[in-house]
Nanobody, 121 residues
Framework: QVQLVESGGGLVQPGGSLRLSCAAS????????MGWYRQAPGKQRELVAT???????NYADSVKGRFTISRDNAKNTPTLQMNSVKTEDTAVYYC???????????????WGQGTQVTVSS
């Protein structure tokens, strides 16, 4: 098993920047895709950005041009650079990896516990 822990969240003013990281208790052996999701109060969890093992990225329309997802090669976990943040970006952000820990283990979803991002002046 592996545990994912997000960090980098906090309070930021509109127009500011944050960088979210996702630490793994041990390196995920292989992955198909990884990404960031968020959940605002009273709303469902939504996709923010994903990156595949081949390097293809996908972003929610609301964050295109402002957020950038990348991969930490050491642990096979995602990072998220958030620029020009808006109040509507306020949410709990979760990292996700769809991967496996060995050649014989099936792929499965790994989730972190989330980190709060609050955008406010």
């Amino acid at each position: 098993q592996v545990q994912l822990v997000e960090s980098g969240g906090g309070l930021v003013q509109p127009g500011g920047s944050l960088r979210l990281s996702c630490a793994a208790s041990r390196r995920i052996f292989r992955f198909n895709a990884m990404g960031w999701y968020r959940q605002a109060p009273g709303k469902q969890r939504e996709l923010v950005a994903t990156i595949t093992s081949g390097g293809s990225t996908n972003y929610a329309d609301s964050v295109k041009g402002r957020f950038t997802i990348s991969r930490d090669n050491a642990k096979n976990t995602p990072t998220l650079q958030m620029n020009s943040v808006k109040t509507e970006d306020t949410a709990v952000y979760y990292c996700n990896v769809y991967g496996s820990m060995s050649w014989t283990e099936s792929y499965r979803d790994y989730w972190g516990q989330g980190t709060q991002v609050t955008v406010s002046s």
